[in-house]
């Protein structure tokens, strides 16, 4: 059992950054891929950005490639994403996820979810 929680949410205006943290339970964080979503109220959640067990390969959704920046500490439990050049159609709830998978995984075949960290960019 994995659990995942979420913080550094918050409201920031357009061009600022944020960073969100994934602080993951358990001993084997490292035989995890893990990966960000993004949900707006009334729509589909969506992929945002993902990375492989050990950090070498990373996979970032067309709408934040270049912004968006996916990270892992393994020896912390933690995963991150770093958003710059915040947009108001970023304005999300944003959840991590966490597979059993030594290989990147872009859909939401995961196996465990935070409850999510809301992000909101005023324009």
């Known amino acids: 059992q994995v659990q995942l929680v979420e913080s550094g949410g918050g409201l920031v205006q357009a061009g600022g950054s944020l960073r969100l943290s994934c602080a993951a339970s358990g001993r084997t964080f490292s035989h995890y891929a893990m990966g960000w979503f993004r949900q707006v109220s009334g729509k589909e959640r969506e992929f945002v950005a993902a990375?492989?067990?050990?950090?070498?390969?990373?996979y970032y959704a067309d709408s934040v490639k270049g912004r968006f920046t996916i990270s892992r500490d393994n020896a912390k439990n933690t995963v991150y994403l770093q958003m710059n050049s915040l947009k108001p159609e970023d304005t999300a709830v944003y959840y991590c996820a966490a597979r059993f998978s030594l290989v990147l995984v872009t859909t939401e075949m995961y196996d465990y979810w935070g409850q999510g960290t809301q992000v909101t960019v005023s324009s």
């Open positions: 990375i492989n067990w050990n950090g070498d390969s990373t």
